[in-house]
């Protein structure tokens, strides 16, 4: 699936990728700035989640509850320096929880990422708009 977007619609490209058959594990790929966090923030909108989402950049984990009860884990690795540490914070309990885990920047524990995933690669494009891949 491909799609590509303005920020004016994230929201409606959001619903498109949760229309999907999507796994628990949410793989989210790009260059800083292309849009991660922003693009995680309208899937947890469209899954209802109520509170107000934020980059967990320094937590390297936050927890919402979508509208129908599932709990939502984010990750945002970037900080991390090993996987051991990735490890030690326990990331392979919330990987096989069942819960839907979206996970930004990946490829800093790619040791530890479950073989059944889904990949979703955002990149920004000349005009501002992003296009959106999903595997």
Not at 45 to 57: A, C, D, I, N, Y
Not at 61 to 78: A, I, K, M, P, S
């Amino acid at each position: 699936m491909e799609i590509t977007f303005s920020l004016a619609e994230i929201d409606h490209a959001a619903q498109q990728v949760l229309a999907k058959d999507l796994k628990n594990i949410i793989l989210l790929h790009g260059t800083m700035g292309a849009g991660k966090t922003t693009f995680i923030k309208a899937l947890a909108r469209q899954l209802g989640v109520k509170e107000m989402t934020s980059s967990p950049t320094f937590s390297l984990v936050n927890e919402y509850e979508t509208e129908d009860g599932r709990t939502l884990y984010h990750f945002d690795l970037y900080r991390l320096n090993s996987e051991e540490e990735a490890y030690d914070m326990g990331i392979d309990e919330y990987f096989y929880s069942g819960s839907l885990c979206l996970i930004e920047w990946p490829e800093k524990t790619p040791n530890l990422i479950p073989l059944d995933h889904t990949t979703i690669t955002l990149k920004t494009l000349p005009d501002g708009r992003r296009h959106l891949t999903v595997k």
